[in-house]
């Protein structure tokens, strides 16, 4: 038996169902939404009568230490943002390579990384060298080979959305400065249960959404910005993007010296309270801990597919295999009559780009596989 790393009681959704979809629309703790009971109750829905402007100035400050910690990064270059596209949407001018120059991206990545770089190319002729996601091969290593004298930037998710390929940072960063080439991360897919060492990396930015695998709510994003990207002032800027933004100057662009440039505006502070929370619940865990359930968990779904004509993207053992996302196809069936299938049998998962998602989180345990493996032996 494999028990949850977490109390398992803590998420009402999983009396009812088992719940295989956390690189979606993932579930909350209970810490979380009591956090964000609390803040409404006891804040928000009192206006200004108990959050003066300086308090609501204040109130970033609590998740901004704790994303820093999350992502090993100083506090003064961790940007807080209502989304991740909202940063992902300005990288590519703020970053402006040369006209003439390449960006590299992989062709399946989620599109919130590529859409950006397309519409800067478009607008300043440059190009965009999509790498294809190849289940035999090494990720990183075709994307490294993508990069040549030309390669201004590389934006790629650490972690694949639809495949859950993983991309190794450090060795791409290393590819990267040979040719002077910039380096834009998502990580989306991968923070929250794998490392994300945004010192170590050295990107330009490390971007991540607030809920998946963070576990809050949707409104609130985090970044780990380089000290060079602080010298670009925003492309859109905010009212809140300054050192005192309630002293309300409307003639000048007084940005603060800090990540908190990209704050463009009051946002989602439930949320904010709820993620400030959740990564509390996150941080104990020992290194690597989260990710050994995950590929305890995977190692059991992938022998028991097998047997059933069920294979994996990647298998377990590939260096660009994730333990956290599982994704499956089947020579004869469907993927969408399979999860249907599941979805009649309170099992939730996702398809993505053909091929059934299975996400593996810390309140999953054994009994969560063996009854998708019933069902998908059953289809």
Not at 105 to 123: G, H, I, K, M, N
Not at 330 to 349: M, Q
């Amino acid at each position: 038996m494999i028990n949850a790393l977490v109390d398992r009681s803590s998420y009402s959704s999983l009396d009812d169902c088992v719940y295989l979809n956390q690189a979606s629309l993932g579930l909350i703790g209970q810490p979380a939404v009591r956090s964000m009971h609390e803040f409404l109750d006891n804040t928000a829905r009192h206006g200004n009568l108990r959050m003066t402007d300086e308090e609501e100035v204040g109130f970033f400050e609590s998740l901004r230490q704790r994303g820093a910690s999350l992502l090993n990064c100083p506090a003064d270059l961790l940007a807080i943002t209502a989304s991740a596209s909202e940063l992902l949407g300005q990288l590519p001018f703020l970053i402006r390579p040369a006209s003439g120059s390449s960006i590299v991206a992989v062709a399946t990545d989620f599109p919130a990384v590529t859409r950006p770089w397309l519409r800067y190319a478009a607008e300043n002729d440059c190009s965009v060298h999509f790498v294809e996601d190849i289940a035999s091969e090494n990720l990183t290593t075709r994307l490294i080979a993508g990069i040549d004298a030309h390669t201004s930037v590389v934006a790629v998710s650490c972690v694949q959305f639809s495949t859950g390929s993983v991309v190794d940072v450090p060795r791409l960063r290393e590819a990267c400065g040979r040719v002077g080439a910039r380096l834009v991360i998502d990580a989306t897919q991968a923070a929250g249960l794998l490392k994300v060492d945004s010192q170590r990396w050295k990107a330009d930015a490390v971007v991540t959404s607030g809920y998946k695998w963070l576990g809050g709510h949707g409104g609130v994003a985090l970044s780990a910005v380089s000290a060079g990207l602080l010298e670009q002032d925003p492309l859109l800027p905010g009212w809140f993007g300054t050192n005192s933004p309630f002293h309300f100057e409307a003639t000048s662009l007084p940005f603060a010296a800090s990540a908190r440039r990209f704050t463009q505006s009051t946002m989602s502070y439930i949320s904010m309270a709820g993620l400030a929370t959740a990564i509390d619940q996150l941080l104990p865990f020992g290194e690597g801990e989260l990710e050994m359930h995950s590929r305890r968990l995977a190692d059991r779904l992938i022998k028991a597919a097998s047997a059933h004509g069920w294979t994996p993207f990647r298998a377990l053992d590939d260096p660009s295999a994730s333990p956290h996302i599982v994704s499956l196809t089947h020579p004869d069936l469907d993927p969408g009559k399979a999860t249907d299938a599941l979805r009649r049998n309170r099992i939730v998962c996702g398809v993505r780009n053909g091929r059934i998602r299975i996400s593996l989180a810390p309140y999953n345990n054994s009994a969560d596989i063996d009854a998708l493996i019933d069902v998908l032996a059953s289809v």
